[in-house]
């Protein structure tokens, strides 16, 4: 039988991935390890990437300066016993400046989970805006009266699907062609174009509206793209339990505060309960978890949540479906 593993002595392991080089800022919860890494890292079923936030204490001048906006970061936690692993992964978007309250200096920058796929275009889109270039920048070498007379841009046409084309193929092809990386496509009512299809507009927008129309949506998860309709049947089960620890008896894993739900919200289609545990890495949206207490007992979906570390807080708040 495996020994159990407890929940304490902190680990973070924050990852930045310059043009040059991969650099590794290391949180040990020991005397030795002392560089202090704060975060809040939301998690959700939104198709709209949630942005998170690091502050980092006492970081030298040398070490700040790698970092930059647009540049990869992928954020890691745990615990000495239990393991690291990956709670986020994205670009930096925006650093802030650098402070100190006489005792330590602030070191912060903000995040956006996963890639920014909203500006990203269709190749039929890159090949025309590529013309439209090539004729302004001719414009102003021969006058706007002279280019008038020019032809016509023939322009390329959006990517186009034949008759009995699947959901499932368009979302796959169409995120193929733009550069978008899809983790997980699960559409619960799959559906047949009989006319064919043509996809016009940002092919994220174009992604998004077709899982829609599958009775599934499109979120973030860890860095990742998901497509799937929410159910706890195609969750990912990482085999989570969250307990207390009850007095008399071994062990307890997590849970510091009893599960609450609002009661305004009692005749809404999906009830949701808020669970507060220790710092669980293994909880993002979509995961399967099983909790164990005297007001709420048994195996539920994480609609949403937060994982916060500071000096204080080292926990993950989750909302389930019930």
């Known amino acids: 039988m ?61 070490h700040r300066k790698l970092f930059k906006k647009g540049y990869e970061i992928k954020l890691y936690s745990g615990y000495a ?29 903000t995040y956006r989970e996963g890639q920014d796929y909203s500006k990203l275009l269709s190749s039929a889109e890159r090949a025309n805006k590529k013309l439209e270039d090539a004729r302004k920048k001719k414009t102003k070498v021969i006058g706007k009266k002279a280019a008038a007379n020019l032809p016509k841009i023939k322009k390329h046409s959006a990517l186009s699907f034949g008759k009995g084309v699947s ?20 559409l619960a009512k799959p559906k047949i174009y009989k006319k064919g299809y043509t996809a016009h507009g940002k092919p994220i927008t174009v992604i998004k509206e077709i899982a829609k129309a599958c009775g599934s949506r499109v979120y973030y998860r860890r860095g990742a793209i998901i497509i799937d309709d929410l159910s706890k049947i195609k969750g990912h089960n990482e085999h989570i339990l969250i307990t207390e620890h009850v007095k ?17 919200n009692e005749d809404a289609k999906h009830q949701t309960w808020t669970i507060t545990s220790l710092l669980r890495y293994q909880v993002s949206t979509g995961s399967v978890v099983t909790v164990k207490n005297r007001f709420l007992n048994g195996t539920f979906r994480v609609k949403s949540g937060e994982h916060v570390c500071d000096d204080s807080t080292f926990t993950t708040t989750m909302e389930v479906y019930v």
């Open 248 to 264: 008399g008896r071994h062990g307890g894993t997590g849970l510091i505060q009893y599960p609450t739900t609002d009661s305004d």
């Open 81 to 109: 016993e239990d393991g690291v692993g990956l709670l986020s992964a994205g670009v930096i978007r925006r650093i802030s400046p650098f402070t100190s309250d006489g005792t330590n200096n602030t070191f912060s920058f």
């Open 2 to 62: 495996a020994s159990a593993k407890y929940l304490y002595g902190r680990r973070v392991k924050l990852v930045l991935t310059t043009p040059h080089e991969s650099v590794t800022l290391l949180y040990w919860q020991t005397l030795t390890h002392s560089l202090g890494i704060h975060y809040n890292v939301p998690f959700s079923d939104s198709s709209t990437p949630p942005t998170c936030t690091v502050t980092i204490m006492n970081l030298a001048e040398k």
């Open 167 to 186: 959901a499932s193929t368009i979302i796959r092809r169409v995120a193929s062609d733009a550069g978008i990386k899809l983790d997980k496509v699960y």
